[in-house]
């Protein structure tokens, strides 16, 4: 079995409940956009290598998934140019969006993956392009 595989299934075990996937489809995103913007707010470069780094992770994974979250981190990256007072957005969205994963994993009646495995931080992006991927039919 591959790698990303076994990763998206250990994932979905505590990710089974359409009212956490629903959470997890609105939230993810922006956590991530969180994330980026506030590396960014630190400094830009920050923000730079943090994508870089996380990219090379996700292209041993699967490339497919690594050019996919490298269109994503872009358009995220873009979008900070036009939001005022990003700092705090993101803070905000940041605190109200994990709030919700913590109310979908309630739902679910599982804890959050990350909890036994830091590495499902980055998996929670992958984990939704894949279920878009496989709609799509689209080999990654």
Known sequence: MRPIDRLIGQYAESHRHPT???IHW???P???WCVLALMFWLHPYAAYVGVA???V???TLSLPMALAMLLFSAVCLLSFAYVP???WVAIALFVITWIFQFIG???EGKKPSFLDDVRFLLIGP???LAKAFRKAGVAF
């Open 26 to 28: 609105i939230c993810v």
């Open 20 to 22: 956490n996937v629903l």
């Open 57 to 59: 992770y996700y292209a």
């Open 126 to 128: 992958i984990f939704l």
């Open 85 to 87: 007072y990003l700092l």
């Open 30 to 32: 922006i956590i991530v």
């Open 53 to 55: 780094a996380v990219l």
């Open 105 to 107: 994993h309630e739902i």
